[in-house]
Every structure is written in C-alpha cells, then in structure tokens.
C-alpha cells in the first residue's frame, strides 16, 4: 500500500502559477504509476496529468497540455504537478493517485483506474 498526501494549493490570480507536491509513504513508490486528478463542483473527474513508474512516459489531458507538467522524484518519494497559465476553470480539488500497472493503453487516464488516493489540496484561480 501506499498513502498520499498533497500540499501546495492556494488561491491565484489567472495567469499565475502554482506547484502541487504528493509526498508518497512506503518503500515501493517507485513502483507506481502517479496521476494527478482534479475533480471541479458539479463537474466529473478529471486526470489532468500522469507519470509512469520511472518517469519516462507522462500523459496530459488536452485540457492542460503546455500549461501543466507532471514529474517525480523517486528518491524523495513525490510526484509534482508545474502548474502555469492559470485559468479560472482549472479551479478544483487536486487528488494525487496511485497505480500499481503497467504503463500500457491508456487506463492512466481514467480516474477510475486508481486504487490510492490522497485527501486532495484545493486550488482557486480568480479571474
């Protein structure tokens, strides 16, 4: 097993910048596939960004690609979420989830695929 905890929400202005960091517990991070998902009122999951066990592959929702980059650093046993050129509809609860699979197809963007769940961290973009 593996527990999540997230850290860097907040509020900002469009246009801005924020970094989401997941600090992971136990020895087998490296083992997991990570996903940012983001979950906005009244509106359906959504996995923004995702990242291979190694880092190698990533994987971006078109609604952020070019804004958003997702890395990880096995060492430190977190995974990051570069978020830039807010928009006030990247308003949402941030998850960061986990995944023990294989980085095959494309079951790391559905939100639906992932066993491990931090509490979320909150972040608002005003316009």
């Known amino acids: 097993q593996v527990q999540l905890v997230e850290s860097g929400g907040g509020l900002v202005q469009a246009g801005g910048s924020l970094r989401l960091s997941c600090a992971a517990s136990?020895?087998?991070?490296?083992?997991?596939?990570m996903g940012w998902i983001r979950q906005a009122p009244g509106k359906e999951r959504e996995c923004v960004a995702a990242?291979?066990?190694?880092?190698?592959?990533?994987y971006y929702a078109d609604s952020v690609k070019g804004r958003f980059t997702i890395s990880r650093d096995n060492a430190k046993n977190t995974v990051y979420l570069q978020m830039n050129s807010l928009k006030p509809e990247d308003t949402a609860v941030y998850y960061c989830?986990?995944?023990?699979?294989?980085?095959?197809?494309?079951?790391?963007?559905?939100?639906?695929?992932?066993?491990?769940w931090g509490q979320g961290t909150q972040v608002t973009v005003s316009s």
């Open positions: 136990g020895r087998t991070f490296s083992s997991y596939a």
């Open positions: 989830a986990a995944e023990r699979s294989q980085w095959v197809g494309s079951w790391y963007s559905n939100p639906n695929e992932y066993d491990y």
């Open positions: 990242i291979s066990y190694t880092g190698a592959s990533t």
